[in-house]
Nanobody, 131 residues
């Protein structure tokens, strides 16, 4: 069964850190661009970061650049989102997604907030940043 599963969501204090894994099954992650998205209550889904399938090229939204790091471990068929210096505005359900196209194509979709034709979506994991 084709599946992407996010985990690691938790309640964390502002300034804290959290790492979210996105584990793939039923398909080979290394052949897909992986992106992280998030959706806060009452707001539209937004792109956070994405990583290429081959050369490790990465993109980050301005709101997280310098604080978040996306990485890939093909041996574990898993992509990670390391989140540091978390802020209350980072509170959201975080989703990972896989796509067989280019990382540039996914980044353009993130910039335009239009996410059509993405192959696989996870079900999300909740991150709450609050004191």
């Amino acid at each position: 069964q084709v599946q992407l599963v996010e985990s690691g969501g938790a309640l964390v204090q502002p300034g804290g850190s959290l790492r979210l894994p996105c584990a793939a099954s039923g398909f080979t992650l290394e052949n897909h661009v992986i992106g992280w998205f998030r959706q806060a209550p009452g707001k539209e889904r937004e792109g956070v970061s994405c990583i290429s399938s081959s050369d490790g090229r990465t993109y980050y939204a301005d709101s997280v650049k310098g604080r978040f790091t996306i990485s890939r471990d093909n041996a574990k068929n898993t992509v990670y989102l390391q989140m540091n210096r978390l802020k209350p505005e980072d509170t959201a359900v975080y989703y990972c997604a896989g796509d067989g196209r280019t990382v540039q194509a996914m980044w353009v979709m993130m910039l335009r907030a239009v996410y059509y034709g993405i192959d696989y979506w996870g079900k999300g994991t909740l991150v709450t940043v609050s004191s």
